[in-house]
């Protein structure tokens, strides 16, 4: 199972929207709407940001949202700020009965 | 509060076994599939295994399929990874996450602090 296709690195300056895109195939992003997105700071565990393509879990700011259009799906950071800057990971439900996940994309807030 | 600890990871030589523990509390941890999660240090993310509320289904990955074996006591609100025939590419931090109900949504709400595996001789 090969890993969903991310952006290595994206950048914004505070204020700024940015989007990263999880690229995959039908057999993964494209066959279902279970796309999860993650943010992890350096040490610590990933925490869940976004669920079902565009869930945002209870306790999430309104400022990330989620999107799919066929077999690539993507995260938008609104209004950013210098605390999103970490690594961030889509994840996919698979036609396999697994999962997985993107190559991450580090954020960087100028 | 929910809280997953992991417990059990250390140093390994190739092709030995070690077994990994994770304690849930707070959450229904006998009602969700529970997961287990990789990453190397400084690598991303590789989703390793589940296993259903009552042990009647589990999945792997290829990677380590044959060789690890997930497993769950619910009356220990416990969860388990049994590793055998480890490799270097093994070397990792593992996380136990849980994913609720759903047996398809990556909702994986909640997250261990790890427990790090190294293989080496």
């Known amino acids: 199972q090969s890993a969903l296709t991310q952006p290595a690195s994206v950048s914004g300056s505070p204020g700024q929207s940015i989007t990263i895109s999880c690229t995959g195939t039908?057999?993964?992003?494209?066959?279902?709407?279970?796309v999860s997105w993650f943010q992890q700071h350096p040490g610590k565990a990933p925490k869940l940001i976004i669920s079902?393509?565009?869930d945002r879990p209870s306790g999430i700011s309104t400022r990330f949202s989620g999107s799919k259009s066929g077999d690539t799906a993507s995260l938008t950071i609104s209004g950013l700020q210098p605390e999103d800057e970490a690594d961030y990971y889509c994840?996919?439900?698979?036609?396999?009965?697994?999962?997985?996940f993107g190559t991450g994309t580090t954020l960087t807030v100028l | 509060e929910v809280q997953l600890v992991e417990s059990g990871g250390g140093l390994v030589q190739p092709g030995g076994s070690l077994r990994l523990s994770c304690s849930g509390s707070?959450?229904?941890?006998?009602?969700?599939?529970m997961q287990w999660v990789r990453q190397v240090p400084g690598k991303g993310l590789l989703w390793v295994s589940r296993?259903?509320?009552?042990?009647?289904?589990?999945n792997y990955a290829d990677s380590v399929k044959g060789r690890f074996t997930i497993s769950r006591d619910n009356a220990k609100n416990s969860l388990y990874l049994q590793m055998t025939g480890l490799r270097a590419e093994d070397t990792a931090v593992y996380f136990c996450?849980?994913?609720?109900?759903?047996?398809?949504?990556?909702?994986?709400?909640?997250w261990g602090q790890g427990t790090l595996v190294s293989v080496s001789s």
């Open positions: 994840c996919s439900y698979t036609g396999s009965s697994q999962y997985v």
């Open positions: 039908r057999w993964d992003v494209g066959g279902y709407d279970y």
């Open positions: 296993i259903n509320s009552e042990s009647t289904s589990t």
């Open positions: 996450t849980t994913s609720g109900g759903d047996y398809r949504s990556p909702r994986f709400a909640f």
């Open positions: 079902d393509v565009n």
């Open positions: 707070g959450f229904s941890f006998r009602s969700d599939w």
